[in-house]
């Protein structure tokens, strides 16, 4: 009985941690390039767009497509960042525990 109580303990402390860390990861932002930093989006841990930057000389015409291939590639670019240093603060929190490779907390 003394077993569960204490494994009550460390799973109201982790969870504790989990959303303290949740909060840190939506506090993020990255910033993701493309075009050589034409074009530059910001993005928040959870995926948000916070700005959107495009360098004048884009806005032509002829270069729509190009534009929207852009942002759409800093936009990912962020994405990945985010990601990352999300991945890098969940490592910091669940180490030592058996979670299989590739698996994403749900967040």
């Not at 075009?35 to 916070?50: A, H, N």
């Not at 270069?63 to 985010?82: G, M, N, P, S, Y």
Request: aromatic share 2%.
């Amino acid at each position: 009985m003394r077993d569960i109580m204490g494994m009550m303990g460390k799973v109201k402390e982790m969870q504790a941690k989990m959303e303290q860390m949740q909060a840190e990861i939506a506090e993020l932002q990255a910033e993701g390039k493309a075009g050589g930093g034409l074009v530059t989006v910001v993005i928040s841990g959870k995926g948000e767009l916070k700005s959107l930057k495009i360098d004048p000389s884009l806005f032509k015409e002829d270069d729509v497509e190009i534009l929207e291939d852009l942002i759409v590639a800093a936009h990912k670019d962020a994405k990945d960042k985010a990601e990352a240093a999300a991945a890098e603060k969940t490592k910091a929190l669940t180490a030592g525990l058996p979670i299989p490779p590739g698996f994403k907390m749900p967040f």
